[in-house]
């Protein structure tokens, strides 16, 4: 069992900038975000390994999003930039065992309970 707590959310602008975190209890975990928009599915934003070597992207965020952890500290982050309003959702959290990243919702059965990001255009 793992213990996920997200924090970072907001309101920003077009363009802009945000920070997610997520602490997690313990670093056995690969992890990756997640985000639903309003009356969409929840789609895949970034992953990354356990060790934190490696991390994958979505088409739609490569370039603007930087995933990281520090397992010394049980974090993980996702550092948004060049922000735009369909990046507007939930963001998630979410872990599972394992050791390489992973893009498929079912291979993850930890879930944070959620940060709302806002982007206004």
């Known amino acids: 069992q793992v213990q996920l707590v997200e924090s970072g959310g907001g309101l920003v602008q077009a363009g802009g900038s945000l920070r997610l975190s997520c602490a997690a209890s313990g670093s056995r975990w690969r992890m990756a975000w997640f985000r639903q928009a309003p009356g969409k599915e929840r789609e895949f934003v970034a992953s990354i390994s356990r060790s934190g070597l490696f991390s994958d992207y979505a088409d739609s965020v490569k370039g603007r999003f930087t995933i990281s952890r520090d397992n010394a500290k049980n974090t993980m982050s996702l550092e948004m930039n060049s922000l735009k309003a369909g990046d507007t959702g939930v963001y998630y959290c979410?872990?599972?065992?394992?050791?390489?990243?992973?893009?498929?919702?079912?291979?993850?059965?930890?879930w944070g309970q959620g940060t709302q990001v806002t982007v206004s255009s």
């Open positions: 979410v872990a599972s065992l394992g050791d390489s990243t992973s893009r498929d919702v079912a291979n993850y059965n930890f």
